[in-house]
């Protein structure tokens, strides 16, 4: 995916998320299928186990995962945001500037 600018007007002013919905093709589909499966085969026994940790039923721990997942993908894309043990962002970080130069 390129570097689109921000829009600057419509709903997706508030909702950055409905951007990546632009020119998408059944190869990423693809892509994404696989990674919403492994996505899945991660979080769901991390979730209930936050859940159970916490005091509350596992399915809570399910429902808040959700939540957080949808309110990240319409609010938060970006290639650039970091998520990872802080031992790894440097790596990260390097890789960031360095795509920057390389373009």
Same mark, same amino acid.
């Given at each position: 995916?390129?570097?689109?600018?921000?829009?600057?007007?419509?709903?997706?002013?508030?909702?950055?998320?409905?951007?990546?919905?632009? #020119? +998408?093709?059944?190869?990423?589909?693809?892509?994404?299928?696989?990674? $919403?499966?492994?996505?899945? %085969?991660?979080?769901? *026994? !991390?979730?209930?186990?936050?859940?159970?940790?916490? #005091? +509350?039923?596992?399915?809570?721990?399910?429902?808040?995962?959700?939540? $957080?997942?949808?309110?990240? %993908?319409?609010?938060? *894309? !970006?290639?650039?945001?970091?998520?990872?043990?802080?031992?790894?962002?440097?790596?990260?970080?390097?890789?960031?500037?360095?795509?920057?130069?390389?373009?």
């Amino acid at each position: 995916m390129d570097n689109q600018p921000p829009p600057t007007s419509g709903i997706a002013r508030f909702i950055p998320g409905l951007t990546l919905f632009k #020119g +998408v093709s059944s190869t990423l589909l693809r892509t994404e299928f696989v990674v $919403a499966i492994t996505l899945f %085969a991660v979080l769901v *026994p !991390s979730a209930m186990a936050y859940g159970d940790l916490a #005091g +509350v039923t596992p399915v809570a721990g399910l429902y808040v995962a959700l939540g $957080a997942m949808v309110m990240y %993908a319409l609010f938060g *894309p !970006s290639f650039h945001i970091l998520l990872a043990d802080p031992k790894q962002s440097k790596s990260q970080d390097v890789n960031i500037a360095t795509q920057d130069n390389l373009r």
